[in-house]
């Protein structure tokens, strides 16, 4: 038995391929009939109809759909709610083993708070999905549909759990596959010794002659799952392969560690107290949250910071951070709280992942 975990597009009603009854809709159009489009479908080229049935064409679905289940993966729009809809009758038509269908909820139009939240529970509903069905035989996903970034979320989450995901590139209709990551991503076994060296070559040199490092793979197998191999002019030459790309980059990509602890109390770090000044209603909760970031050490009222709200690297001191809140005072004016918050950063680049993660906890 195959599971196929679908995520769903809008291409049903986008496709201008053919002859379909509804050619030309856009988004905010009239949805058509869904007893037009079911009826559309049983007679429709499979390869056109849309990019999810074009993708089960691909994987072999129709040639044994008793053997198949099908799960939907849609956003919570209306868009794409008809779509899976109409796909699920579909594909019942075609005698499958089941099909289910899941809604993703916050995956949708209404901001970007909203779509991160949804790409969060998107990864949830498929890994949950990969679980529950991995007891009955081989799950792949079917990634061709919905938005770009629930594609590659998609991508993401197949590849590091175990399942293989399937994919269409419209332009030259072929069935891409990505194969899921077999090896550790810590990655350590790269960084020292043998698998070290080997990837110096690889960076060095694109591609080289397999005879260079024949030694090496021979001595630890797993190398051979980072590498393509092809035969020029009667030789073999291998290269890194896209997962081979990944690690040599992530191990050339010098990481940053977080700045240490700061074992100040968040009482002591407020400098605010006796300061005569017509505070923003509301300060009081951002300059406790402020003082619970265990990497600050200090918060100080400057007018050095500006009017304008912000978080961001200070202009004179790259290890501080400006904070400006803005808002209306207790009696109504508009009000400004410029601030400097000294921190435990040793260098701009741990100024920056503390500004970050200021900008989710006050979010002003």
């Not at 995520?7 to 809709?25: C, E």
């Amino acid at each position: 038995m195959k599971t196929v975990i679908t995520t769903v597009g809008t291409s049903l009603l986008t496709n201008r391929k053919d002859d379909r009854p509804w050619k030309g809709w856009t988004f905010g159009n009239e949805l058509p009939y869904q007893h037009e489009v079911i009826d559309w479908l049983k007679n429709a080229d499979l390869k056109k109809a849309s990019a999810e049935i074009h993708t089960w064409y691909k994987i072999g679905v129709f040639n044994n759909p008793q053997h198949h289940n099908i799960i939907l993966v849609h956003s919570q729009t209306e868009d794409g709610k008809y779509c899976a809809i109409c796909l699920k009758k579909f594909i019942e038509n075609k005698k499958i083993k089941s099909v289910e269908i899941k809604e993703v909820s916050e995956l949708n139009y209404q901001g970007a708070s909203s779509f991160k939240k949804g790409l969060s529970k998107l990864i949830k509903t498929i890994a949950e999905s990969i679980r529950s069905y991995k007891k009955d035989g081989e799950v792949v996903i079917a990634a061709t549909g919905g938005f770009k970034a629930e594609i590659a979320v998609a991508n993401i989450t197949g590849t590091l759990l175990g399942v293989p995901v399937y994919y269409i590139y419209e332009q030259f209709e072929e069935l891409i596959k990505l194969d899921p990551i077999p090896i550790d991503l810590s990655l350590e076994w790269l960084k020292v010794g043998i698998g070290k060296k080997f990837l110096n070559l690889l960076t060095t040199d694109d591609c080289i002659d397999k005879s260079k490092v024949e030694n090496l793979l021979k001595s630890d197998s797993r190398l051979e799952l980072l590498i393509e191999e092809e035969i020029i002019d009667g030789k073999s030459i291998i290269c890194l392969n896209p997962l081979g790309e990944i690690a040599a980059q992530i191990i050339l990509t010098p990481s940053i560690e977080w700045p240490k602890i700061s074992s100040i109390s968040p009482e002591e770090k407020n400098h605010l107290q006796g300061i005569s000044h017509h505070r923003p209603r509301g300060y009081e909760k951002i300059i406790e949250t402020i003082s619970r970031i265990t990497f600050v050490t200090g918060i100080f009222f400057d007018k050095k910071a500006g009017k304008q709200k912000c978080v961001r690297v200070s202009s004179d001191n790259p290890l501080d951070i400006f904070i400006v809140i803005e808002g209306k005072d207790q009696s109504g004016k508009d009000s400004v709280l410029p601030l400097r918050i000294s921190t435990t950063a040793q260098s701009e680049e741990q100024t920056r992942m503390i500004v970050d993660l200021l900008k989710r906890k006050i979010k002003i």
